[in-house]
């Protein structure tokens, strides 16, 4: 059991790591994958093929790219509070400039933009969020960074419940959905705002670059999150337009949605501890795993049951990603790499999430059916749980 100044102290740990967890909420919640919700009347409203809209993504991953390259070298320069703060700002503007024009030019421009933004809210968060806790219990670390990530969940809920209640069965107002996207970031600053000072100063700063022999330690980790990035990214920019598909009604779409939703929010908080019991590429692999088995149910057949054993399967275990990559980081490099780190490891996510959509989207359009293009995802959800089995400790974890 914990001492009394101890079980203070955490409870403390977990309204920081609570408020951080709201820019994990915009960066991935509200920016990324609420635009999943908002693909189909935009291509609707707008007359985009499946390529068009899987581009908005690809150019959303291709900003993250440059978003990840520069977080390390801005937690060095400014230090990692302010290039939180800063990254979740602009994600707020860029949501509520989305709204305001139909050009594919501008909106590509903007979603290129808002992924520098969100890489480096999301990033910086993780890297105060892994410096919350000063002890070198791996599970209480573990629950902290889950909690964090947890925060991309209750963003998708959150965009689950206000898109579909502003839609209605209106195509034309998706400006409104991102109008509303955009209110509910700026409520969560002030919060955020708090937990980022919550941190000491010293632990947004490190180093901005890993040296060759930690880049070697990680290099199965790499490969293993960018093929997840491609998988999961493709799932979440077209599942809702294949089930629409296959004849799901706008009131199934919104609980799908939901569960999906609040199967990660919570499911994240779980795995935090299991994933800090778990060694090597395990962890990882374990989530990637389930992640697959997740994409499937859809594939193989249609209706209810299919989508939420979907949603169930996927929302629980997709959101540990992020996290369970993070903990890999910690045990393989001293804290002043962690930042470092999880930047590198992200840049690998994101060149996965900027091919997956666009991946997607191509076969799609050339079969002239969305299921084909689907079967990207747990093809590279598979590979990716192969591949984080070959990592291995480091004499430090």
């Known amino acids: 059991m914990m001492a009394p100044e101890t079980r203070h102290e955490f409870r403390r740990e977990l309204l920081v790591a609570l408020g951080l ?43 993250y790219i440059v978003g990840a390259l520069l977080s390390a070298w801005a937690a060095g320069r400014w230090g990692a509070r302010a290039g939180f703060l800063a990254g979740f700002a602009v994600s707020v503007l860029i949501l509520f400039a989305t709204a305001a024009t139909t050009s594919f030019t501008a909106l590509f421009a903007l ?5 520098v933004a969100t890489a480096l809210t999301f990033i910086l968060g993780a890297g105060l969020a892994a410096a919350i806790c000063p002890s070198q219990d791996p599970r209480r ?50 919060l955020a705002w708090w937990a980022s000072r919550a941190v000491p100063v010293a632990a947004g700063r490190g180093s901005a ?3 060759a022999a930690e880049l070697r330690r990680l290099a199965p980790t790499f490969l293993a999150y960018g093929l997840f990035g491609a998988g999961y990214v493709g799932y979440m920019t077209f599942i809702i337009a294949l089930l629409r598909n296959q004849g799901g009604s706008g009131a199934q779409m919104a609980w799908f ?27 990882p692999a374990l989530v990637f795993a389930i992640a697959t088995l997740g994409t499937l149910p859809v594939l193989l057949a249609t209706g209810p049951v299919a989508m939420f054993a979907s949603a169930f399967l ?9 996290a369970a990559v993070a903990i890999v980081a910690q045990r393989q490099l001293p804290p002043a790499a962690w930042t470092a780190a999880i930047s590198l490891l992200t840049v690998g996510f994101a060149f996965g999430q900027a091919v997956g959509p666009i991946l997607a989207g191509a076969i799609s ?8 293009g689907f079967w990207v995802s747990p093809a590279l959800l598979g590979l990716a749980a192969c591949a984080s089995l070959m990592q291995r400790s480091s004499a430090k974890g």
């Open 141 to 190: 670390r573990s629950t902290l960074m889950g909690l964090y990530v947890a925060g991309v969940g209750l963003g998708t809920v959150a965009a689950g419940v206000a898109i579909p209640l502003i839609l209605g069965d209106d195509a034309r107002r998706w400006p409104a959905g991102w109008i509303v996207l955009g209110i509910l970031a700026t409520a969560g600053l002030p």
């Open 111 to 115: 979603r290129t933009l808002g992924g």
């Open 21 to 63: 967890s709201i820019g994990a909420a915009v960066a991935l919640g509200l920016s990324r994958f609420a635009y999943g919700l908002l693909l189909p009347p935009m291509r609707s409203d707008l007359g985009w093929s499946y390529v068009e809209a899987g581009a908005l993504n690809t150019a959303n991953g291709a900003g």
């Open 365 to 372: 359009d050339a079969t002239g059916n969305i299921a084909a």
């Open 257 to 283: 949605w939901f569960v999906l939703g609040l199967m990660s929010a919570v499911s994240t908080m779980l795995w935090g501890r299991a994933l800090g019991a778990l060694h090597e590429g395990r962890g």
């Open 209 to 211: 670059l890993l040296q």
């Open 314 to 322: 996927f929302g629980g275990s997709f959101l540990a990603g992020p």
